[in-house]
């Protein structure tokens, strides 16, 4: 019986294998592949930076916002009110097609967002833990681009 329950919980830990979850060096590598190094002059270090606080790395996160009306999609946490199908739709693209861990959408919506008046200051999550952060070439220590 205390095996079958060892088994159990288990099978809560493990991460299913086709979690959409990228390490580090790999959403170095897409972001740098999708021509985010040095756009509108924010390093790859920032836009790494930006989705480690937003998602984690997650391609996949939706983050509901009750309190502000809108939703966050996808590795950088895209805004529905403005930036999707949901809302104002300022990318022209759906909400879903944020989701995807090849992240050419969300590439594309980025660029799109930073060239706007705030720059990357449109994520508050970028100002206050990557805008005047000390070390920002860790977000991409050991990483081959």
Known sequence: MKASM???????????????????????K?????????FEGYSLENWVCLAYFESKFNPMAIYENLPGGY??????????????DKG???????CS??????????IECAKRI????DGMGEWPSWSLNCRF????ARWLDGCRL
């Not at 897409?30 to 040095?38: C, H, P």
């Not at 104002?88 to 759906?94: A, L």
Request: charged share 20%; with cysteine.
């Open 114 to 117: 930073v060239q706007g008046k």
């Open 133 to 136: 952060a000390d070390n920002l």
């Open 71 to 84: 939703t966050g999609y996808g590795l950088f946490q895209i805004r529905s009110h403005e930036w999707c």
């Open 97 to 106: 097609a944020l989701l995807n861990p090849n992240l050419k959408k969300t």
């Open 88 to 94: 104002k739709n300022r990318c022209h693209m759906s």
């Open 6 to 28: 060892v088994l159990s919980l288990v099978g809560y830990l493990v991460v299913p294998s086709g979690a959409a979850i990228l390490g580090r060096c790999k959403v170095a």
């Open 30 to 38: 897409k972001l740098y592949e999708g021509g985010l190094d040095y």
